[in-house]
């Protein structure tokens, strides 16, 4: 049993044929090369959520960061008080 290979393209074709590269990606994931070398894998929207679905991006990490408090600054510190005048 072989596996249908996937679809790479040039750069130059991938602009030329954007669309049917973003409708093929639907199905199974494209990779561009640049220079003969693999560049960008593209897949479909459904693919992407399907796989990153329970893993924590930095978005996810950065959001639940509190700033308020982190930078609640305290009354005067003594270094301060020690540089009035």
Known sequence: ???TPIR???MHEAKDN???LLIDAQHEAQII???GKPF???IGYETYVA???GSVSAWDVFKE???EET???SERSELMKSLEP
């Open 8 to 10: 790479t393209w040039n």
């Open 1 to 3: 049993m072989s596996e």
């Open 71 to 73: 930078l609640k600054l």
């Open 51 to 53: 796989e990153s679905a």
């Open 18 to 20: 954007l669309s049917r």
């Open 40 to 42: 960008a894998v593209i």
């Open 33 to 35: 090369l640049r220079y």
């Open 65 to 67: 960061i509190r700033v």
